[in-house]
């Protein structure tokens, strides 16, 4: 099993310059894969009529794409690989079937969100939510609520609320109904209240074993020193793999996770989850 997932893993590496699709179903229990990611790959969904869609255009591919900062979003996104097909016609078929589709974009594998950031504010005390108005989160600060304005934010939240770390508090989850890129100049540019800003990775299910991808997210990925795992469920072992399949840690202390990964040297790593519930789960971790 241990040879199987390194197998995947550098298998995923290998196509990170790929060509994709991604779309955002209307609604996750409609047009979600027909079964997880495995050495079979997913090829089709649960909707007949997506799957024409799927089959004209040669989609070989068909998997969940996690790790998008707004709760509602959760399961809604899927990235799909197509073999010699015409990209902007499957978005537009794609997205003439709105029924079952809400988004469509061709992108590059395990790109980040155009929608969504991570953002680590200066001091605990300024550029906290302190409400909406008319759909656009408003903060203590007006300088940052002109740039909410400006792009659309509408969800802003703390990303590790119970985190005991200090660093960690100040990092916050932003949405907006904007291209992310102009809302991270934005930021950047308002050092005196942000201090960081970072696009999320996205998470992807490596192994074959069933799991809820939706009740686990880790961030900020990537990350300088530290990471919070947030999860409704009991982890009872932590390990930690480097690219080339050396086992770093194998612990049931996430605190000694932290160690090893406040020493890591810069570069991609891969983190094996073994829930209470029996279930089993493995992501790419990025050290800046």
């Given at each position: 099993m241990k040879?199987?997932?390194?197998?995947?893993?550098?298998?995923?590496?290998?196509?990170?310059?790929?060509?994709?699709?991604?779309?955002?179903?209307?609604?996750?229990?409609i047009g979600a894969p027909a079964f997880n990611f495995t050495t079979n790959n997913t090829t089709e969904s649960n909707d007949i009529g997506l799957n024409q869609i799927l089959q004209t255009h040669n989609v070989f591919q068909y998997i969940h794409k996690e790790g998008h900062l707004y709760p509602p979003f959760n399961g809604r996104h899927v990235e799909i690989w197509c073999n010699n097909c015409n990209y902007s016609q499957l978005v537009s078929d794609l997205l003439a079937y709105?029924?079952?589709i809400e988004k469509a974009r061709v992108t590059n594998y395990e790109s980040p969100?155009?929608?969504?950031?991570?953002?680590?504010?200066?001091?605990?005390?300024?550029?906290?939510?302190?409400?909406?108005?008319?759909?656009?989160?408003?903060?203590?600060?007006?300088?940052?609520?002109?740039?909410f304005q400006t792009y659309n934010v509408y969800y802003y939240e703390q990303n590790a609320p119970f985190s005991t770390n200090n660093n960690l508090l100040r990092y916050y989850k932003v949405v907006c109904d904007c291209d992310n890129v102009l809302l991270k100049n934005a930021l950047d540019n308002y050092s005196a209240i942000i201090s960081q800003t970072e696009y999320p990775f996205p998470v992807y299910l490596l192994k074959t074993t069933e799991f809820e991808?939706?009740?686990?997210?880790?961030?900020?990925?990537?990350?300088?020193?530290?990471?919070?795992?947030?999860t409704e469920e009991t982890i009872l072992n932590y390990s930690l793999v480097d690219i080339s399949g050396k086992l770093l840690i194998a612990t049931t202390s996430k605190n000694e996770l932290d160690t090893i990964a406040s020493q890591l040297n810069s570069g991609i790593y891969f983190l094996n989850l073994e829930l209470k519930n029996g279930k089993i789960g493995n992501f790419k971790l990025i050290k800046k």
């Open positions: 040879k199987l997932l390194l197998i995947l893993l550098f298998s995923n590496i290998g196509f990170t310059q790929n060509i994709v699709v991604e779309i955002r179903l209307a609604n996750q229990n709105s029924s079952v969100f155009k929608d969504n950031l991570l953002a680590q504010i200066s001091t605990a005390n300024i550029g906290v939510p302190t409400g909406v108005n008319n759909g656009i989160i408003t903060t203590n600060d007006s300088g940052l609520n002109q740039i991808k939706n009740k686990i997210s880790i961030s900020p990925n990537p990350f300088s020193s530290d990471f919070d795992i947030q």
